[in-house]
Antibody, heavy 121, light 107 residues
Framework: QITLKESGPTLVKPTQTLTLTCTSS??????????VGWIRQPPGKALEWLGV???????FYSPSLKSRLTITKDTSNNQVVLTMTNMDPVDTATYYC?????????????WGQGILVTVSS | DIQMTQSPSSLSASVGDRVTITCRAS??????LAWYQQRPGEVPKLLIY???TLQSGVPSRFSGSGSGTDFTLTISSLQPEDVATYYC?????????FGQGTKVEIK
């Protein structure tokens, strides 16, 4: 069974850097075809794709956030880390990590439970 | 970048009704279209990928169709547990994009 869980701060101040960790089980980040994506959802709003990292360390980012985002992986701990710089109140959202279906494309299932991050001074 | 537009934004239907949601891409995306269901207070769940392939475990009353720029998600007989917001997502190439969502309620 594949599971993912996000962890990190639930409150950050404007201009600070957000670091979230996605800890997964049921698959290995070193297995060919595996990928983990990050998606966020502001309260009451639609889903927004942030980025994805693959088993071979290939990465893709949302063009609108690329300058602020970094996604890395720790294969030994089966973790993926999202870093977003210069946080702003508009970045308040639930942040999800999700498992990319191998060899299907950038389609995600299952998703982690999500973590609500509030940006406020 | 390709934009995804869903219609309607919300709908209300009776139990047993046939419900159709439309998703339109601003450029052709072949069949690289997925549908997700997000029940109130829950995590999004994949229903369909490849425009028409049902994810394992998804009830057969859900179906998808379309290619190129126009896609539909159909619920053949609406059930109370189908109350949710439905999102389409294009994935032909990065950047990915989601539609704005369609909220389905029971009348």
């Amino acid at each position: 069974q594949i599971t993912l869980k996000e962890s990190g701060p639930t409150l950050v101040k404007p201009t600070q850097t957000l670091t979230l960790t996605c800890t997964s089980s049921g698959f290995s980040l070193s297995t060919s075809g595996v990928g983990v994506g990050w998606i966020r959802q502001p309260p009451g709003k639609a889903l927004e794709w942030l980025g994805v990292i693959y088993w071979d360390d290939d990465k893709f980012y949302s063009p609108s956030l690329k300058s602020r985002l970094t996604i890395t992986k720790d294969t030994s701990n089966n973790q993926v880390v999202l870093t977003m710089t210069n946080m702003d109140p508009v970045d308040t959202a639930t942040y999800y990590c999700a498992y990319r279906l191998p060899w299907v494309g950038m389609v995600f299932d299952p998703w982690g439970q999500g973590i609500l991050v509030t940006v406020s001074s | 970048d390709i934009q995804m537009t869903q219609s309607p934004s919300s709908l209300s239907a009776s139990v047993g009704d046939r419900v159709t949601i439309t998703c339109r891409a601003s450029q052709g995306i072949s069949i690289y279209l997925a549908w997700y269901q997000q029940r109130p207070g829950e995590v999004p769940k994949l229903l369909i990928y490849g425009a028409a392939t049902l994810q394992s475990g998804v009830p057969s009353r859900f179906s998808g169709s379309g290619s190129g720029t126009d896609f539909t998600l159909t619920i053949s007989s609406l059930q109370p547990e189908d109350v949710a917001t439905y999102y389409c997502q294009k994935y032909n190439r990065a950047p990915l994009a989601f539609g704005q969502g369609t909220k389905v309620e029971i009348k």
